[in-house]
């Protein structure tokens, strides 16, 4: 169910978005979000009556990668905090800020970047160190046998205390914030243990 690499969400082609882009394209094919533009107001309009009561704020922007910024930005703004976590293979954009929370190797430029950014372990249960055949909400289980039983899983327990360590050793006590993917893709299409996020 992973439709491509990053932000291809819907597979490649797909006949209802080629159709809208088409439509888009010969009606207006540039502007940017601080213009009234009404597939932009509608758009979000329909975002947001899917989101919790909380949520319902939208700010557009440019790409992923400018997006994790900003929420960087307002992260440590709103807190008054500074550091940040996330997921070792976690990938979260390669702009100067979003570089700091990605911790894939390939992508970093071997300069500094990141300041006050943090990764600890990948809690992955088909290859990381815990976990295994009980370990995830999938209908198609790891292989590999998993001292856990069926309907609970230990290694979240496990992969927590990890993120519990980054806190006492490497991280600020108060962080602004803690980044992860809903399901990592470019780190391997890795489902977390259940429960895992919540």
Known sequence: LFGGIVTV???HCHPKVTEAAKRQIDRLWHTTNIYLHSPIHEYVEKLTSRMPEKLKVVYLM???SEANDIAMFMARQYTGNFDIISLRSGYHGSSPYAL???ALSTYKPGMANGFGCHATMCPDVFRGIWGGSHCRDSPVQTTRACSCSPGSCNAKDQYIAQ???TLDTTAAKKV???I????MGVGGVVQ??????K
């Open 100 to 102: 700091g929370i990605t």
């Open 176 to 178: 602004a914030a803690f």
């Open 163 to 165: 993120l519990k360590e």
């Open 62 to 64: 440019n790409s992923g």
């Open 192 to 197: 977390y243990p259940k429960n895992f996020l």
């Open 180 to 183: 992860a993917e809903p399901m």
């Open 9 to 11: 969400s819907v597979g």
